[in-house]
């Protein structure tokens, strides 16, 4: 019988620490998606788009959506949004409204009469 023996060795070594310099950031420009709280904006119209639709619009425009009311009277929720149209709307498409504002929609699915 013949027995091999092995043996592993590991070596550390150490760097001398570096110094890096790192430049202040600079300050970025504040961006804006939605218009200032102080500002007027266009209602845009939804009339029309579906629920999903009319909701990023009225978004980008700077407003905040409020539930739907259900056109049928059956009071549903809309759950897949682009499956309802939009049939109304409580702010007058093209007015002029404060930033902020709260809409809200009336809406029926695709398949109501």
Do not use: C
């Not at 990023?56 to 056109?71: I, M």
């Not at 149209?85 to 398949?111: E, H, N, R």
């Amino acid at each position: 019988m013949t027995v091999t023996a092995t043996s592993t060795v590991t070596e550390t070594v150490s760097a001398a620490p570096t110094k890096t310099s790192v430049a202040p950031a600079a300050a970025a420009a504040p961006t804006s998606i939605a218009p200032a709280a102080d500002s007027n904006i266009t209602v845009p119209n939804g009339i029309g788009l579906n629920y999903q639709e009319a909701q990023d619009s009225w978004r980008a425009a700077g407003l905040h959506v409020a539930p739907a009311n259900d056109a049928t009277g059956a009071n549903r929720l809309p759950v897949l949004d682009s499956n309802w149209v939009v049939v109304g709307q409580d702010l007058k498409p093209g007015s002029m409204v404060a930033a902020d504002s709260f809409i809200t929609a009336t809406v029926k699915k695709y398949t109501d009469d």
